[in-house]
């Protein structure tokens, strides 16, 4: 299924196709109920404060076709092999303890690129795919310049949430912009030029600092983390 529109990445108005986030090969092949911008924030919309279902996983008409082809060829796999091995740490770990750490053996540059993809996709006001370079970062497979001012971490969970893809907010104090992700077995949080909330998050930021298709051992210590709310930073 194609429709014409403006694509989340390159910003051109073209056909777009149905980008899954995660990827469909993670985990991400089976008809889910979410929540994204639309639910949470527009009040304008006869969707707010519901739930989306699809059939086909999560994920929506947000990427050009070129540009979903593109990211998928470059990128995709890599993730899925990533969530393969935290799928299985997942399962395997020992319930009371609330951190696990395991050796990755992954492309991480890759994978980094993957995630900011799925922020992309899923933040349909354009403030972060403005950020100077990102763009850039994201369409050039070989470049490791990651944008000053962003920040990526990690946790485990076994939610499938997607959340925030960005969002302003005042916590602990401070005023925040960050976003996060939740899909089983990986969440993630996006701090943009600010902190992040007070949690021992595992920051994946360096990923950047590898080569394109690169594998490397990463040895990563996850916090077990389960969102509380639809609204990022919020757990049990």
């Not at 889910?32 to 639309?38: H, S, T």
């Amino acid at each position: 299924m194609k429709k014409t529109g403006k694509c989340r990445l390159c910003g051109k108005t073209r056909k777009l196709s149905f980008e899954h986030v995660p990827p469909e090969s993670a985990f991400n092949s089976k008809p889910v109920f979410f929540q994204d911008y639309e639910n949470l924030h527009d009040k304008s919309s006869y969707v707010y404060g519901k739930r989306k279902q699809s059939l086909r996983g999560a994920g929506g008409m947000y990427l050009c076709v070129s540009c979903n082809n593109n990211s998928g060829s470059w990128y995709a796999n890599d993730y899925k092999e990533f969530a393969e091995i935290g799928m299985y740490v997942l399962k395997s770990r020992v319930y009371a303890n609330r951190y696990m750490s395991a050796e990755y053996p992954i492309k991480p540059l890759n994978v980094l690129k993957q995630i900011l993809m799925m922020f992309v996709a899923l933040e349909s006001s354009e403030y972060l795919i403005q950020r100077p370079g990102l763009k850039q970062f994201l369409m050039e497979p070989k470049n490791n310049n990651l944008p000053v001012g962003i920040q990526v971490f990690a946790y485990m969970t076994s939610t499938i949430k997607l959340r925030n893809a960005l969002s302003l907010s005042n916590m602990d104090g401070y005023m925040r912009v960050f976003g996060e992700i939740s899909y089983a077995p990986f969440g993630f949080h996006l701090s943009l030029d600010t902190p992040p909330i007070k949690r021992p998050f595992c920051e994946i930021s360096n990923f950047a600092h590898f080569d394109y298709n690169k594998t490397e051992k990463i040895i990563l210590p996850l916090q077990y983390l389960i969102p509380k709310l639809y609204f990022p930073g919020i757990y049990l």
